[in-house]
């Protein structure tokens, strides 16, 4: 059979194909270049966790940064922003200019932290500067409020506070609603460059030498946990860094262990003889948990804390920012997930935070479970597989047994006092019954 000819394509058709492949080669070109996404460090949350949970990551009373800016719902906290500003330069005696000449230098890093900003509201540098400063005069004056309002407790010193007693945010009024601005500030789209708080505080006070330090201290009452002293040399990109630091600790070094294990409940463990160590824990950090060998068996040793003391939302964005900054290591999800493994029940809870007995933690743990519907690997899983292999081996027939009826022991005859006294006085009625048993046949066999 004759070969077919093959069509020739037409002149209009091949002159669009040379156009496209031109575009295409332009665009590779641009890709060459470094990618924009390695210097960015603050991102939108993605469609499909805010439609899980869209509360826990929208601000309620305040935008800060560009991707909440002009919300109708948030506009009202802008006429605040302004006054706050004003009060900034009054106290530090510096002028605007002086704010956008510290600041100017480094614009186009503080661009290139936020992903994903629209280039037609923002590509005029002067507006993105102003908002820059305009929050970030409204973060430090806050934070500076909630240091009076809820660390000191009392009046501040004369002079610290220089706004009027009836200002309804910044004055006394104000007291009410500094918690929930402070939980604005955590959020993943509330967030600001680090290096925007650093400036402003350097062009207030030129003789603060760690605006870190300046932050810890404010997170110190967000969160127990304080381990500064091995963050020395250490800057972090935003706020939000600094409080999963905070909830995470120093990493952990092991070998990573996926997460397709399964992990029994709290009071499976119990019944196989393991003992929790949680009230007593000195360590609130995450990546301190540990199963230890100790004189009386096994111990696993788990900072429960942080579910206590963090409330939802810090605990999600953190959560999210995580996942989404490349780099960090998987311990929000792994410790998600072994504390859903364990927490089956509120009487797990119980076992592991004796006198806690609140559904929030176990709301908040399944919350943050649902969200995990990808591979985890991390150190936490060789926990996880140690306390396994010491289920599987004290769980043999007879050791099962025994410990099951000591365990059901304790939990039904030794956990109320008045249960413990009648126990004790029925073994005496028991005792005192087989020993006149005794006396009487001795006395009848011999009576002298």
């Not at 575009?23 to 603050?42: D, F, K, Y």
């Not at 610290?160 to 955590?186: A, C, H, M, Q, W």
């Not at 950090?285 to 900072?303: A, N, T």
């Not at 413990?420 to 001795?442: D, K, P, T």
Request: hydrophobic share 40%; proline share 6%.
């Amino acid at each position: 059979m004759a070969s077919e000819a093959i069509p020739e394509v037409p002149p209009q058709i091949s002159d669009h194909l040379r156009i496209e492949v031109g575009q295409l080669e332009r665009l590779l070109e641009t890709l060459q270049e470094a990618n924009p996404w390695e210097r960015c460090s603050i991102y939108r949350v993605p469609p499909h966790l805010l439609r899980r949970n869209e509360n826990v990551y929208k601000p309620t009373l305040v935008s800060i940064g560009p991707y909440n800016h002009g919300r109708p719902e948030l506009t009202p906290m802008d006429e605040h922003k302004l006054r706050s500003l004003r009060q900034f330069l009054n106290r530090s005696k510096r002028t605007l200019s002086d704010l956008k000449t510290s600041l100017r230098p480094n614009v186009g890093q503080m661009l290139d932290s936020y992903e994903e900003l629209e280039e037609a509201e923002w590509s005029a540098e002067e507006k993105f500067l102003e908002l820059m400063i305009l929050d970030g005069c409204f973060v430090l004056e806050i934070l500076r409020l909630f240091e009076i309002h809820c660390i000191w407790g009392h009046s501040p010193p004369f002079g610290y506070n220089d706004y009027s007693p009836r200002d309804p945010i910044f004055g006394g009024r104000g007291k009410s609603i500094i918690l929930t601005l402070v939980e604005d500030f955590l959020l993943l789209e509330n967030q600001l460059p680090f290096l925007v708080l650093e400036r402003l505080l350097a062009v207030e006070d030129l003789t603060r030498e760690d605006p870190v330090m300046y932050m810890e201290n404010f997170l110190n009452y967000v969160v127990e946990n304080d381990r500064s002293e091995e963050r020395k040399g250490y800057e972090p990109p935003h706020l939000l860094d600094l409080l999963r630091m905070r909830l995470v600790g120093t990493p952990r070094k092991g070998s990573l262990v996926g997460s397709g294990i399964e992990i029994k409940s709290a009071t499976a463990y119990r019944k196989a003889g393991l003992r929790f160590s949680t009230e007593k824990f000195p360590s609130k950090f995450l990546s301190d948990v540990k199963l230890e060998k100790s004189g009386r068996g096994r111990v696993l040793k788990l900072p429960v804390s942080p579910l206590l003391s963090v409330n939802e939302a810090p605990w999600f964005n953190a959560w999210a920012y995580e996942v989404l900054h490349t780099g960090l290591s998987q311990d929000l999800s792994a410790y998600v997930l072994l504390m859903d493994g364990l927490l089956q029940t509120r009487e797990d809870l119980r076992l592991l935070c004796p006198g806690c007995d609140d559904q929030r933690v176990l709301n908040l743990v399944r919350s943050l479970k649902k969200n995990i519907d990808f591979a985890v690997f991390h150190e936490f899983f060789d926990v996880a597989l140690n306390l396994n292999e010491f289920h599987r081996k004290s769980t043999k027939r007879w050791k099962k047994r025994a410990r099951e009826w000591s365990f059901n022991l304790k939990e039904s005859h030794f956990k109320n006092p008045w249960t413990v006294l009648s126990l004790v006085g029925a073994l005496l009625l028991i005792g005192l019954s087989i020993w006149q048993a005794v006396y009487g046949s001795l006395s009848f066999y011999k009576p002298h």
